[in-house]
């Protein structure tokens, strides 16, 4: 305890501080010439591909969920900002998600930022942010780490009063990124990356014609079992055993004298 108290008392002599372990990562900036996307996603599989530091401009309704959907490398570490606007006039309180899944629609940890702010019938706006983990070379299958492939971003409000649902609102969002890639002290490389299968089936337009199936021809040799069946091996041992009690009695019999 002693040691602890000098150690805190020569750091403030000296004018140090001691900062949080983790401290927030600065806010993204757009790209210089990136072009604005004015659209989003309903799902997984129509999900908006955006670049880093590419902006996001929005409108839509409370209660949509907007998908977007951004490329990833390892050693990068992304920063996801959104500030949805609303009008006034709401009735209540309302509470916004930012979610972030990886190709395997795993849902990944935030280590900074409002990742679910409330939001007051009085406010015209609310910020949500999440910074992700950095994403690695390679992991073991059961960590659930951030891999190299496709994220996607989820936007949408979890709790609000019934009468807000439907109101217009404008989405401003912006994926930033630390790190070019590449650069890992890890010592591994994962064979391909984590991309899921979005080729759909085909969509039948017509009913399908069934196949014509074969009529089987009846003869008397299709009513007689087959030479492996149980049917014949039962009745062969079925008269086996009785020439064998025919034998046998006439053997065992007393005879008249």
Request: aromatic share 6%; hydrophobic share 40%; net charge neutral.
């Amino acid at each position: 305890m002693r040691t602890l108290i000098r150690s805190a008392a020569a750091l403030a002599a000296t004018g140090l501080t001691l900062a949080p372990a983790t401290a927030a990562s600065a806010d993204p900036t757009p790209s210089p010439g990136a072009t604005t996307v004015t659209k989003s996603g309903t799902s997984f599989l129509t999900a908006t591909a955006i670049t880093p530091g590419q902006p996001v401009q929005v409108g839509a309704s409370t209660g949509d969920h907007l998908y977007w959907s951004f490329r990833a490398e390892a050693g990068q570490t992304h920063q996801i900002t959104a500030t949805i606007s609303f009008p006034k006039g709401r009735t209540g309180k309302s509470t916004w998600a930012v979610d972030v899944f990886d190709g395997l629609r795993r849902r990944q940890a935030c280590t900074a930022g409002a990742q679910t702010p409330t939001a007051d019938a009085a406010a015209t706006s609310v910020t949500l942010g999440c910074t992700l983990r950095r994403v690695r070379p390679w992991a073991e299958p059961w960590s659930g780490d951030p891999l190299p492939g496709t994220y996607y971003v989820r936007l949408a409000v979890t709790d609000l009063p019934e009468p807000d649902l439907g109101l217009p609102m404008d989405v401003d969002l912006l994926v930033g990124v630390d790190g070019e890639g590449g650069a890992s002290g890890d010592d591994g490389k994962l064979e391909a990356p984590l991309v899921p299968n979005t080729r759909a089936g085909t969509v039948l337009t017509a009913e399908p014609t069934p196949e014509p199936v074969a009529e089987e021809k009846m003869s008397l040799t299709g009513w007689l079992p087959e030479a492996g069946s149980r049917w014949v091996w039962t009745t062969a041992g079925g008269v086996l055993a009785a020439v064998a009690g025919v034998v046998g009695f006439a053997l065992t019999r007393r005879r008249r004298l």
